[in-house]
């Protein structure tokens, strides 16, 4: 995401980098490539120059052109600047209530059918709560019907009543529903609309009014940009909503809606949607964005990716065997297995600061272990536990049984080899297991 942006901006601030004079003709033109790159990231003119003049003032304040490393205190001056603009913090969703009601509201194919039932996923896996989702579309013939689809995919029960042609009638039965059901949030999907449809503007004002619900949520594509944003103001002015989710972040590469929404509509950005899997949402964290468009990497967040996957007994155990030098393809490819459920693997890649600009270009899918998996699984159980006996015609025989070469195969033996000398090191040399610092990390956080 934001790759076009991310690029504008480091070309802007290679003046400030070098070793070169310092001088305030360097900052305005530095300033003027930041608000350059700004407007083609579909920011309008006047948040642009709004946000340049900021970095101006917290520059000469902070006495960049004496300082040390001028073009680092810059970076990190606008650092803190794009994270003010997009918010600043990350802003919690209000979930009391009994039940918490969630309202979405949304633009005609914007992704909150989808988002609806993300959100559920998120608030049942990793908030412990008892959702229920709520269909009042009732004017797209499918949106019912995907709903339920999705609820059936995550397990979470979809309320519906397609005899009845009246969203705010539905919305009242679903919320004494969930009562008598004992769930605890309640997610009304409504349906997608035009901010011009005055009738659909009406009604979706009217089921805020009836339900009176804890948050409602906004959800835009961030791929349209400035329209996002403009759209967004339109809604807001209606509904007064509490937050904005913009979908298909994955996808941006100019960044505009996310940059420019809170500015305008004086809102906080809650929740990305990244792709299309039930699992691909994520709290909005603006700084953590600020310092991905940065090129800086999120590594924060790597971890706790990582953490969600992660077993402290089977770390330990890993540990044990790794100590022994026992660690072996079996435990190779189980840790593969967590990667691939973190989730894009060039995604990942990129949350690695420095990652990011390196990869840019490269073609990372998901199918990236597909070859390692195929050579590994071509091995026999004897070959994974001990691959010391994997000799010339093992290797032969696993190449043709994997469809691939015996470079292939002797790539990986050494991969392997170097991986495993490599954690052994670490693990002796510190004397400190997985699971110790995975705790370290997860208490900080």
């Known amino acids: 995401m934001f790759e076009g942006l991310s690029d504008k901006l480091d070309r802007a601030f290679k003046v400030l980098k070098g070793h070169g004079h310092i001088t305030e003709i360097n900052v305005a033109e530095t300033l003027k490539d930041v608000r350059k790159a700004l407007l083609d990231a579909d920011v309008s003119f006047k948040i642009a120059k709004q946000f340049t003049d900021q970095v101006k003032d917290q520059a000469l304040g902070q006495n960049v052109l004496t300082a040390v490393s001028p073009g680092q205190l810059m970076v990190k001056i606008v650092h803190q600047e794009l994270s003010q603009l997009m918010g600043g913090q990350k802003t919690e969703l209000n979930l009391k209530g009994d039940p918490a009601i969630i309202l979405i509201a949304g633009l005609q194919g914007s992704g909150k059918t989808t988002f609806a039932a993300k959100l559920a996923n998120y608030l049942k896996t990793k908030r412990g709560k008892r959702p229920m989702l709520v269909a009042c579309d009732v004017y797209r013939p499918a949106a019912i019907e ?62 805020k009014a009836a339900l009176n619900p804890q948050e409602t949520l906004f959800v835009v594509d961030s791929m349209t940009g400035q329209d996002a944003v403009n759209t ?33 509509v004086n809102k906080p950005i809650k929740f990305v949607g990244l792709g299309e899997k039930m699992d691909a949402i994520d709290i909005f964290y603006p700084e953590r964005m600020a310092d991905r468009i940065l090129g800086m990497g999120d590594i924060v967040s790597l ?37 691939k459920k973190m989730g894009n693997v060039k995604d990942l ?21 597909k070859g390692i998996e195929a050579i590994i699984h071509s091995m026999t159980p004897a070959e994974r536990v001990n691959p010391e006996i994997i000799n010339g015609s ?19 033996i050494k991969q392997f080899d170097d991986t495993r000398k490599m954690m052994k090191m670490v693990t002796t040399s510190k004397g400190k297991n997985i699971g110790n610092l995975m705790r370290n990390i997860r208490n900080k956080n």
Do not use: C, W
Not at 394 to 412: C, E, H
């Open 394 to 412: 093992r290797r032969k025989r696993i190449a043709s049984g994997s469809g691939t070469t015996i470079q292939d195969v002797n790539r990986l």
């Open 303 to 339: 971890v706790e990716k990582a953490q969600e996957q992660y077993d402290e007994e089977e770390a330990q155990k890993l540990q044990k065997k790794i100590a022994k030098n026992q660690f072996d393809f079996n435990d190779f490819i189980a840790q593969i297995k967590q990667i």
């Open 232 to 264: 967004a103001k339109v809604f807001n002015d209606r509904l007064n909503f509490d937050g904005v989710v913009l979908t298909k972040l994955d996808g941006d590469t100019r960044g505009g809606a996310a940059l420019s929404i809170k500015s305008v």
């Open 146 to 207: 995907q709903l339920k689809v999705l609820g059936e995919q995550i397990e979470v029960e979809v309320f519906s009543e397609v005899s009845v042609n009246e969203p705010v009638k539905i919305a009242r039965r679903a919320i004494q529903y969930a009562k008598d059901k004992n769930y605890n949030v309640v997610i009304v999907d409504t349906a997608g609309r035009l901010s011009i449809d005055e009738m659909m503007m009406d009604e979706i004002s009217n089921i």
């Open 349 to 369: 890649l990129g949350m690695i600061p420095g990652m990011g600009k390196a990869i840019r270009n490269l073609e990372i899918d998901d199918n990236a272990f």
